[in-house]
């Protein structure tokens, strides 16, 4: 093979391998954070072995990462769960806004008391993103009144914008 040809073949190595460096890529970012709130309960059914309740609430975020980026994020949720024979389960739609007014969805199960969520739309900045998290009990604390509750989960996680 000439030199000529080896050369042209290694400069379009070159210039492939420079465009693939220079497209854009998403990159998964960490979630660790502390969400703390207060809600309403609405029992639907009890009975001696099944409970069934709706819950809706609203909160604020405390982001534990350097970055801040989920700190100052108010929530708001609806949630349906049911307790049979003491095993909770349910289903959550939380929407999160950060302090710009953009805002993020996340569709959340739960089984016992480990909500996994998955992020399914967002406007502005959280557009396109995708990821999930997992949340777990912090701190319950005596409801205030009756028919409330008031608490705080730790959140970890990961998610990823469209670039």
């Keep these: 093979m000439s030199t000529k040809k080896m050369n042209n073949i290694i400069w379009g190595f070159i ?3 420079g465009f693939i460096v220079f ?12 969400s703390c709130g207060s809600g309403n309960i609405n029992i639907i059914a009890a009975g001696e072995d099944l409970t069934i309740m709706a819950m809706e609430g609203k909160g604020i975020n405390l982001d534990n990462y350097g970055n801040k980026t989920f700190d100052n994020m108010t929530y708001q949720y ?37 909500r996994d969520g998955k992020f399914i739309y967002g406007t502005g900045k959280w557009k396109g993103i995708s990821g999930a998290c997992k949340a777990v009990p912090n701190t319950q604390g005596k409801p205030i009144s009756p028919g409330t509750n008031q608490g705080c989960f730790k959140i970890t996680g990961t998610y990823e914008l469209k670039k």
């Design 15 to 17: 210039t492939i391998l």
């Design 23 to 34: 497209i854009p890529v998403a990159q998964a970012e960490n979630i660790d954070m502390i």
């Design 78 to 114: 609806g949630a349906l769960f049911k307790i049979d024979k003491g095993n909770w389960s349910g289903s959550m739609l939380m929407k999160y806004m950060d302090p710009s007014g953009d805002f993020l969805v996340v569709e959340i199960a739960q089984v016992g008391m480990v």
